[in-house]
């Protein structure tokens, strides 16, 4: 885990040996273990590292190159099975002067080009230049676990771990993207290669980059989902096959030459993942880490993450957050997350990051679970939708349902604390087309738009099919399948900003096992009827797992997140604080939000909605990067 940066098409070494120290000061959180720069003799190319030291901390010191100093790397992120590769490419004869997974990476594209990314398992975004065909190869992960963003004039490509190096660059100007903040006011978060910043684009997940002297960039997806469904196996062979995945998928993700700990919630997804980290580290310590509100049961979930550490013999370590430490962070948290994605979840998850650096350098969680495993109740909704439905018009027993009402019954339960989103779901287009259904359960725009300026126009109409571009894979036939791959490439890519800005900002790795792309492509084959049963969430996921984690956790069904108390301290402990930002004069004079509409909004005894947060998250990100950026 570490910062990366870099620029081609500079005008000379001078102004490469200017820029890249700025850029890498920018996220100097993100690798306190030390930083180096390397520019080509011509001052076509230079590459900048900011490095978090966790193979090899004495070896692996980058920009790295291999015998001949022909390719250079600056790479992010960790390859897990570096050392089967390893074995490879010495086989043929390759010579290695260090234990870095970095090394191997290099060595690998000397053997295989830019196909070397096909064999990596992990997590990366990496650069690399060939100096003897002036271009620069870069890659991101198939699931985008680490970020890669860059902008291109068609002369300068400049690219980076964090938007902020890339505005340390100097090459950009204050225009936020119309569109990207379109996507944003609906969705909370932006779709595809979009930012809020005009002009700069993330690389997508499971895409590379070749950049040529005299060419545009050419972008290729290498990696994606495919459905390809398997109809012979039984629901035993994929559970067994599951477990046997979630086991290696942990092993590889315990190679670390610092300590290492687990994120610990009390969920089914995080339980799991310590339980059998616990189980083959053997001998050796795991500390879990683990954060709640003091505002009640339904925000303490600590008395679950109890039982789990117990369960393991693991070393408890947990922290409260109040109204206090929200007012006195979310500024900071705003910088760190360069734009505005997801829910409040990215609060509580800073402050378990900061805990977790006071004791380990790595950390692995349960990120992904809902998304992969179908955990999310809007999944419920969806289908429940679809088997009154298919009960009315009798269709249910005609086709292979996932399940029908009869079925779907004893499962309904976990939507218990959901009957306010029902009501207003349900109040229009009930059974109207599947894209429509789970556009509407995604939007945000319908609490937002009340407190948007008269002015401000979002079309709808243009968002949807932008949606709709996504929701309608050519490979997935069934619904439930066609909601994980747009969550898989939307939704989930929001959840993973956060992980690994909240993790780097504390100089901590964080490890996803259960984003494995051998998980994925498993958990793509199997038939919906299998992986969802009757509509039970995570069905498949909890019968791999049964005898892995304590059954009061197996058998949950109030799992809600890490859900945080911000309407109740909307309207109480941050109330002045809110209105100060949200109600100031520079906040009127950007004409986005109707004032008197915020007012009201904050004020109103109405369950907590997105509206606010989003709000003020718009807010500390147009002082931070629109009015002033604070740069270095």
Not at 362 to 386: C, K, M, N, P, T
Not at 438 to 454: P, S
Not at 550 to 562: A, Q, T, V
Not at 604 to 613: A, E, G, K, M, N
């Amino acid at each position: 885990m570490c910062g990366i940066a870099g620029q081609v098409g500079g005008d000379s070494i001078e102004h490469l040996n200017s820029i890249l120290p700025r850029m890498l000061a920018s996220m100097a959180h993100r690798g306190p273990d030390g930083s180096g720069v390397w520019v080509d003799a011509a001052g076509t190319c230079g590459l900048a590292h900011q490095r978090l030291a966790i193979i090899d901390p004495g070896g692996g010191h980058q920009p790295l190159t291999n015998e001949d100093q022909t390719l250079w790397i600056t790479f992010n992120g960790c390859i897990y099975n570096y050392k089967e590769i390893r074995e490879q490419l010495h086989s043929k004869g390759h010579r290695f002067r260090t234990q870095s997974d970095t090394e191997v990476i290099v060595h690998a594209y000397e053997e295989w080009g830019p196909a070397c990314v096909s064999r990596f398992n992990g997590m990366w975004a990496f650069a690399i230049w060939d100096d003897r065909q002036k271009s620069l190869f870069c890659s991101r992960d198939r699931v985008g676990i680490k970020p890669f963003y860059y902008t291109w004039n068609h002369s300068v490509f400049t690219f980076g771990s964090e938007i902020k190096a890339l505005l340390a660059a100097g090459v950009w100007t204050d225009r936020p993207d119309p569109e990207g903040l379109r996507q944003y006011l609906t969705f909370q978060f932006c779709l595809g290669e979009r930012t809020l910043f005009s002009g700069i684009y993330k690389l997508l997940p499971g895409h590379n980059l070749l950049l040529q002297q005299g060419r545009e960039p050419q972008i290729n997806c290498y990696w994606d989902l495919d459905f390809d469904i398997d109809e012979e196996r039984s629901e035993e062979d994929f559970s067994e096959e599951l477990l046997q995945l979630l086991q290696d998928s942990v092993r590889l993700r315990l190679r670390s030459d610092v300590p290492l700990g687990a994120h610990l919630s009390g969920g089914l997804d995080s339980s799991t993942i310590a339980c059998l980290t616990r189980t083959l580290l053997g001998n050796e310590s795991l500390s879990t880490f683990t954060g709640a509100f003091r505002e009640g049961s339904g925000f303490d979930e600590t008395p679950y993450a109890k039982m789990a550490c117990k369960h393991i013999e693991a070393n408890y370590h947990e922290t409260y957050l109040g109204p206090e430490d929200f007012a006195g962070s979310i500024e900071k948290i705003i910088w760190h997350m360069d734009e505005p994605a997801a829910g409040p979840g990215v609060f509580p998850q800073f402050g378990v990051s900061k805990l977790a650096s006071e004791h380990v350098k790595v950390v692995l969680g349960g990120q992904g679970g809902d998304e992969l495993f179908i955990g999310y109740a809007r999944y419920l909704v969806a289908y429940l939708e679809e088997c009154i439905k298919g009960a009315i018009q009798n269709t249910a027993h005609r086709t292979r349902y996932v399940a029908t009402l009869e079925t779907i019954v004893p499962n309904l339960p976990s939507l218990e604390h959901y009957t306010p989103m029902l009501k207003s779901f349900w109040r229009e287009g009930l059974f109207d087309d599947p894209a429509q259904r789970y556009f509407r359960l995604m939007d945000r725009f319908g609490d937002t738009q009340a407190v948007l300026n008269k002015d401000f126009v979002v079309d709808r109409e243009r968002t949807f099919e932008e949606f709709r571009s996504i929701f309608d894979h050519r490979h997935a036939a069934s619904k439930i399948n066609r909601i994980l791959y747009f969550d898989m490439k939307t939704h989930l890519q929001a959840l993973l900003q956060v992980e690994d800005r909240a993790s780097m900002a504390w100089g901590l790795e964080s490890r996803v096992p259960l984003l494995d792309h051998r998980l994925i492509e498993l958990l793509s084959s199997i038939p919906p009827v299998i992986k969802f049963k009757n509509g039970q969430l995570k069905s498949l996921f909890r019968r791999a797992v049964k005898d892995l984690v304590p059954s009061n956790i197996l058998n949950r069904s109030d799992k809600m997140g890490f859900p945080v108390p911000l309407s109740q301290w909307f309207r109480n402990d941050l109330h002045d604080f809110t209105c100060d930002l949200l109600l100031s004069r520079k906040s009127k004079e950007r004409n986005l939000f109707n004032p008197r509409a915020l007012e009201a909004a904050i004020r109103s005894d109405q369950p907590y909605s997105r509206t606010i947060w989003g709000a003020l998250c718009l807010e500390l990100w147009h002082r931070q990067f629109i009015d002033s950026p604070v740069l270095p």
